[in-house]
């Protein structure tokens, strides 16, 4: 059976408490890769997937997911400002479709909105040259989006007692 693709706050239900989980940023030519602690507090990066074929590229992501021990995945889903959903949104829509059939780990979407400007801003903020920039704003992005998710979850899971 595919893995389920849900909104995060549906997907959460489909996870252990704990375990890491894989960001992706999702772009034509690369996919940016970022994964958690397993508490799931930080989002750090790992790679930047230089897109070839899908099976190559979801083998990939697959073997990191494994070495990782995640336990999910959250892809960032590119909505336009006004809400509705553009080319890229389908094609990341597709994309989860389809990695859906080589795992069982759940597949949370994720609303990326302006993570790739965030993320430009913030590097530029850092005089990085437009050369590296290009080299890891996909990872960047990554870590943005999953920081964005783990960030939502602590505020919905209830506050333990001390």
Do not use: Y
Request: proline residues 5%; glycine residues 6%.
């Amino acid at each position: 059976m595919p893995a389920l693709i849900l909104p995060l706050i549906d997907a959460v239900a489909h996870w252990p408490q704990c375990g890491a989980l894989i960001g992706l940023d999702l772009g034509s030519k690369t996919i940016g890769v970022a994964v958690s602690d397993p508490d799931r507090r930080l989002a750090t990066g790992v790679t930047t997937i230089q897109r070839k074929a899908f099976k190559a590229d979801a083998a990939r992501l697959l073997a990191i997911a494994g070495e990782r021990r995640a336990t999910g995945f959250v892809l960032g889903l590119p909505i336009n400002m006004d809400a509705s959903e553009g080319p890229r949104a389908q094609s990341t829509r597709a994309f989860a479709r389809n990695f859906s059939k080589l795992t069982d780990l759940a597949i949370a979407l994720w609303d990326e909105r302006l993570s790739t400007a965030a993320v430009e801003r913030e590097l530029i903020g850092m005089d990085m040259s437009r050369a590296r920039r290009a080299e890891v704003i996909d990872e960047h992005a990554a870590i943005f989006i999953l920081q964005g998710a783990l960030d939502r979850l602590k505020k919905l899971s209830p506050m333990p007692r001390q």
